[in-house]
């Protein structure tokens, strides 16, 4: 099965702090996705990746960045957190140019920011 | 999402009813995906659908997409309190990237 490991279920940071969240996925896929997902809002695209070292911007990338070293894993990084960043976030993988065979979820990291 | 309209936004229904879940774009889909989330979870692939027409089915879950490909539906057969959950439809509508709709929230009461 494919998988998408999210580093931590569950993070508490102060404001200020800078962040990384981090998502691996064992499967050699090229596409790499981070989405936000708050409630009325639904899923929100911050970055997305289509190989290693290339990143583009989704709807809602102010605040956050990303990185991609290596093909497994994709990186978020809060700079410096804030409240409005308290969210659950998504890391998604898929294979293909267009996405065109699904995504694969991790279980999600819910961040509070306090 | 503007480009993927869910409904209903909620669902609460009696255990043992059939229930049924749209998702509608005003672009032809080119690839329409079911995901089911459990609270606090991360969303879990149902189905995927790419044919005009195309019906596929897993257990009690029967997903279709329209001749048109702007249009799918979701159903349930007999409900049960393990199908509860957020269920989203997403699509590519924009080349490389998906798009997803708001998400139904599913009850199903004992």
């Known amino acids: 099965d494919v998988k998408v490991t999210q580093s931590s279920r569950y993070l508490v940071k102060r404001t200020g702090e800078k962040v990384f969240l981090e998502c691996v996925q064992d499967m050699d896929h090229e596409n790499m996705f981070w989405y936000r997902q708050d409630p009325g809002l639904g899923l929100r695209l911050i970055y997305f990746?289509?190989?290693?070292?290339?990143?583009e911007k989704g709807d809602i990338p102010e605040g956050y960045s990303v990185s991609r070293e290596k093909k497994e894993r994709f990186s978020l990084i809060l700079e410096s957190a804030s409240t409005n960043q308290t969210s659950m976030y998504l890391c998604?993988?898929?294979?293909?140019?267009?996405?065109?065979?699904?995504?694969?979820f991790g279980s999600g990291t819910r961040l509070t920011v306090v | 999402s503007q480009e993927l309209e869910q409904s209903p936004q909620s669902l609460i229904v009696q255990e043992g009813k059939n229930l049924t879940i749209n998702c509608t774009s005003s672009k032809t889909l080119y690839g329409l995906y079911w995901y089911k989330q459990k609270y606090g979870e991360g969303l879990i692939f149902l189905m995927m659908l790419q044919k005009g027409g195309e019906e596929k089915s897993h257990e009690k879950i029967t997903a279709k997409l329209d001749e048109k490909k702007q249009q799918s539906s979701l159903h349930i057969t007999a409900s049960q309190p393990s199908h509860a959950g957020i269920y989203l439809c997403g699509a590519d509508i924009n080349a490389g990237k998906s798009t997803f709709g708001d998400g139904t929230t599913l009850t199903v009461k004992p």
């Open positions: 998604a993988s898929s294979s293909g140019l267009s996405g065109v065979y699904g995504y694969t």
């Open positions: 990746s289509y190989d290693v070292k290339m990143k």
